[in-house]
C-alpha cells in the first residue's frame, strides 16, 4: 500500500532533522530570537532582566561563600527561565485562542503561579544566605 501526501505522517518540524554543529549554531541564534522577543513584548520579562541585572552582580558583593552566592544567582536565573516557560504557555495558549476558556485560563494562572514560587525561591534564598 502507497501512502499519498495526505495519509503521509505529517513530519514534526521541517529543524528536526539538523543535527551536529549545524544545529548547535541554529539554536544558538533561535535562543537570541527568544530572549529578543521575550524582552521586547513581556513586561515581566523586563522588569525581572533588571532585577537579574542587579541583583547579581550584588550577590558578588555581600558576605557569602561561592555555593551561597551561587545559589543566589541560581535563584535570579531560575527566575528568568520560569517566565520564559510562562511566557511560552501564554504564547501558544493565545495562538490556539484568544477566547476566555477556563483550561487556558488554568494554564495561563498555574504558569503565573510557576513565577511566584520562583520569585519567593529568590527571597528565600537570599535571606537564607545572608541571614541563616
Known amino acids: 500500500m502507497t501512502h499519498t501526501s495526505s495519509q503521509s505522517p505529517q513530519q514534526e518540524s521541517p529543524f528536526k532533522g539538523k543535527t551536529g554543529l549545524r544545529r548547535l549554531w541554529n539554536a544558538f ?3 537570541l530570537d527568544g530572549l529578543r522577543a521575550a524582552y521586547r513584548h513581556e513586561d515581566a520579562f523586563r522588569q525581572e532582566v533588571w532585577l ?14 561561592g555555593i551561597g552566592r551561587a545559589l543566589m544567582v541560581g535563584s535570579v536565573l531560575l527566575v528568568l527561565i520560569v517566565e520564559l516557560v510562562n511566557s511560552a504557555i501564554e504564547a501558544a495558549i493565545d495562538r490556539i485562542s484568544l477566547e476566555n476558556h477556563k483550561l487556558s485560563k488554568r494554564a495561563k494562572d498555574i504558569g503565573s503561579a510557576a513565577v511566584m514560587i520562583a520569585l519567593v525561591n529568590v527571597v ?4 537564607l544566605v545572608l541571614f541563616g
Open 29 to 31: 541564534f533561535y535562543t
Open 52 to 65: 537579574a541585572g542587579l541583583l547579581i552582580p550584588l550577590a558578588f558583593f555581600l558576605p557569602a561563600s
Open 124 to 127: 528565600a534564598t537570599w535571606l
